[in-house]
């Protein structure tokens, strides 16, 4: 079974700040590795996605995560926030066999000050 | 193209009440998602349909049915309503395989429902 933890409920930068939201996984095979974004009353929107080759993975938005096998992580991290950024960010794993279903973590508001 | 549509938006519904919650893809994708959305618990799965014909329960499925009406369209439906399914719905959908990294999921925008 898949399972995903995500430290920290809320995370808050200021403008120009280094982001970084933390997702740790559990998988029993190999994962897939997603992050979402949801922007306030909306639907979640792919940020970006691991699933072979390259462990460092650059997605919409300046973003990037890094998947780390020995660490199981796969923290989203983005050199300078803007206030734009300001959203809720989910991290997610799937199987990589077989029909494949999302199982997401529990969500990380990113809040950013000017 | 619209993506993924969900109707209604918000719906208010009384204890024991029933109602359908509509979703609709215009991608051509084969595979549709029903999630529930509470704080602090992120995105659980209800029922999921991986192609047209075909559907299964998810993480969470008491006290809901679904229909995979056509390749377009899978709707969610509560027979009676109770309190604990005050949440926000969305319907997704994605190509082959299920979520794959190849085709990953695409969201409507939601579904808020209270029950009183």
């Known amino acids: 079974a898949q399972s995903v933890t995500q430290l920290g409920s809320h995370v808050s930068v200021s403008e120009g700040a280094l982001v970084l939201l933390r997702c740790n996984y559990s998988s029993s095979v190999p994962p897939y590795l997603f992050w979402y974004v949801q922007y306030p009353n909306q639907g979640l929107q792919l940020l970006l996605k691991y699933t072979t080759g390259a462990t460092l993975v650059k997605g919409i938005n300046g973003f990037e995560a890094e998947f780390k096998k020995s660490e199981t992580s796969f923290h989203l991290t983005k050199p300078s926030a803007h206030m734009s950024d300001a959203a809720e960010y989910f991290c997610a794993v799937s199987r990589n066999t077989g029909f494949q279903k999302l199982v997401f973590g529990t969500g990380t508001r990113l809040l950013v000050s000017p | 193209n619209a993506g993924v549509t969900q109707t209604p938006k918000f719906q208010v519904l009384k204890t024991g009440q029933s109602m359908t919650l509509q979703c609709a893809q215009d991608m051509n994708h084969n595979s549709m998602y029903w999630y529930r959305q509470d704080p602090g618990m992120g995105l659980r799965l209800i029922y999921y349909?991986?192609?047209?014909?075909?559907?299964d329960k998810g993480e969470v499925p008491n006290g809901y049915n679904v229909s995979r009406l056509n390749k377009r369209e899978f709707s969610l439906r509560l027979e009676s309503a109770a309190p604990s399914q005050t949440s926000v719905y969305f319907c997704a959908s994605s190509g082959p395989g299920g979520s794959t990294g190849n085709s990953p999921l695409h969201f409507g925008n939601g579904t808020r429902l209270t029950v009183t």
């Open positions: 349909s991986a192609s047209e014909g075909t559907t």
